[in-house]
């Protein structure tokens, strides 16, 4: 039993990584790609409104919203392998630093979900919104993603120092 717990173990930390790449990777390519906001004006040509809304389609919309899931569970279960689950969300002792980082992530992981996405929808049309409106969820899903791209650094940084405890500080 245990060589098999070992095994899903090693999978998550596979699957923790690939996740991260996959989800943070797509924040900080986006802000390379797209370093500021360019808003479509309600006065645009519809053919050019229509071609910045294809394009958010294709950038924003994918399996990055479900990387974050990923990254949630593998990291959930690798904390509760560890038996260090309720230390690490309490941010107590040495876990605190690790903490910090989960924490981050986790408000990362509800702003995707919870204020990107459903935005998004309407600017990508999966939910019917008049022009205004998808002009308006652009500017939020814009900021929305720049929020997540800043918050990366410290998630990272927090999670990869974790494991030396407080003695990195």
Not at 66 to 95: F, N, P
Not at 123 to 133: K, R
Request: charged content about 15%; aromatic content about 12%.
């Amino acid at each position: 039993m245990s060589s098999t717990m070992d095994m899903i173990d090693v999978l998550s930390r596979w699957g923790h990584l690939m996740g991260v790449i996959i989800w943070m990777g797509h924040n900080l390519a986006n802000v390379v790609q797209n370093p500021y906001y360019k808003p479509a004006s309600p006065t645009s040509p519809l053919e050019e409104v229509g071609k910045q809304f294809e394009k958010a389609l294709k950038r924003e919309h994918g399996i990055f919203r479900y990387a974050s899931l990923v990254v949630l569970a593998t990291g959930t279960y690798m904390l509760w392998y560890r038996d260090i689950l309720a230390d690490v969300l309490s941010l107590k002792g040495e876990y605190a630093i690790l903490g910090i980082g989960v924490w981050v992530g986790v408000l990362m992981m509800l702003n995707l979900w919870f204020v990107l996405w459903p935005h998004q929808k309407k600017v990508i049309g999966f939910v019917p919104a008049p022009l205004e409106e998808r002009i308006r969820c652009s500017r939020i899903t814009f900021l929305s993603s720049r929020t997540n791209s800043m918050l990366a650094f410290p998630a990272v940084f927090f999670m990869g120092t974790g494991g030396h405890g407080l003695t990195v500080f």
